[in-house]
C-alpha cells in the first residue's frame, strides 16, 4: 500500500531562535520512501542535519524574525500489515541486556521509575514475564488513562498522568514506558505518522503519534497504549528514553506556535503524482 504524509508548522519568533527539529522520518524508514526526503522552509533558512544519539534525523536551523512556515510531503509504500505479535518473546534478565539496550531501563525526564516502582510490582508482579506482562501494562494504561485533545500538558509525566488520569498519546506512552522499566523490560518511547487506516476515521484534526518498543526476546516490539490494538500504516520518525529526546521542535528561545497541521492518508498506487496536501508554495 502507498501512505501520503506530511506537515506545514508555523512559528512567530520576535529574534532570531535557533531551534532543533525533529520532524525528518527514521532512517529505516528511508527505503520505503518514493522520492527525496526534504523539508521546506518559508523563508529559506540554510539548514543542516545531523545524527543523534538515538540514531534519529534532526535538523538545525535558526528562525528568522517574524514567521517561518516548514513543510514537508512524502509517500511511503508499507506492506499493509498489522502490528506483528510475539506471544513467545521472553523477558531478559537484566544481565542478559545488551549493553546499548541498558538505557531504556533508566529513569528519564518523564518517566519516573522511582516514583512508579511500588505501583508497577504491585499491579504487574504477578503477570507472567515477557510479551504478557506488557500487554498487561498496555491494558493497565489503555483503562487508566482518558484519552482528550484539551488534556494535553507538556509538563505532565509518567507518574502525574497516572495520578492524572487524563492526557494525549505521549502520556499513555510515558505511562507505559515507565512501569515496563520499573518491571525491568526496556522500553523507549517512539513518534511518527499514524493514520486511520483501516479503522473508522476520526473527526479531530491529525496530529503525530506517540507509541514504544519494548525489548523482548532479543528483539524491540511495538505496542501502543493509547489505541491498545493492532494498527496499520505506522511511519517512525523518532525514537528516544521519552518526549525529550524526540520533540518535534526545540527552541532556544521566545516563539510562538501560529499553525500546525498534519496528514496522513492511504492513497492508490496509481495515485503518485496527486496534488500537495498544503495549498501555500513553499521555497525549497
Not at 506483528?84 to 531478559?92: G, N, P, T
Not at 498506487?269 to 521555497?283: C, E, G, H, I, L
Amino acid at each position: 500500500m502507498l501512505i501520503r504524509a506530511g506537515f506545514e508548522i508555523a512559528y512567530d519568533c520576535p529574534q532570531p531562535t535557533p531551534m532543533l527539529l525533529a520532524l525528518s522520518i527514521h532512517p529505516e524508514r528511508m527505503p520505503h520512501l518514493l522520492g527525496p526526503q526534504r523539508i521546506a522552509f518559508d523563508p529559506p533558512v540554510g539548514p543542516t542535519e545531523y545524527r543523534d544519539v538515538y540514531g534519529n534525523i534532526c535538523t538545525r536551523i535558526v528562525a528568522p524574525v517574524g514567521r517561518l512556515t516548514m513543510a514537508a510531503e512524502l509517500m511511503v509504500t508499507d506492506p499493509g500489515t498489522l502490528d506483528a505479535v510475539a506471544l513467545e518473546a521472553s523477558q531478559h534478565s537484566v544481565q542478559d541486556l545488551p549493553d546499548d539496550v541498558l538505557v531504556y531501563l533508566l529513569g528519564s525526564r518523564y518517566c519516573e521509575t522511582d516514583r512508579l516502582s511500588d505501583t508497577a510490582w504491585s499491579l504487574f508482579g504477578g503477570t507472567p514475564p515477557g510479551w504478557a506482562r506488557v500487554q498487561a501494562i498496555c491494558d493497565y494504561v489503555h483503562d487508566r488513562i482518558t484519552f482528550g485533545y484539551e488534556h494535553a500538558d507538556s509538563t505532565r509525566t509518567a507518574w502525574t498522568g497516572h495520578a492524572d488520569r487524563r492526557g494525549v498519546c505521549r502520556d499513555f506512552a510515558h505511562l507505559a514506558v515507565a512501569l515496563c522499566r520499573c518491571m525491568n523490560i526496556p522500553a523507549r518511547y517512539c513518534t511518527g505518522y499514524l493514520g486511520d487506516i483501516g479503522v473508522p476515521a476520526s473527526d479531530a484534526p491529525m496530529d503525530f503519534s506517540a507509541w514504544f518498543e519494548a525489548y523482548l526476546g532479543g528483539h524491540w516490539h511495538t505496542f501502543d497504549a493509547r489505541h491498545n490494538v493492532r494498527r496499520v500504516g505506522r511511519i517512525l520518525m523518532a525514537r528516544g528514553r521519552d518526549a525529550t529526546d524526540v520533540a518535534l521542535a526545540t527552541t532556544f528561545g521566545p516563539c510562538t506556535l501560529a499553525g500546525f497541521m498534519v496528514v496522513t492518508e492511504e492513497v492508490p498506487p496509481q495515485d503518485t503524482a496527486a496534488p500537495p496536501f498544503f495549498a501555500a508554495p513553499v521555497d525549497r
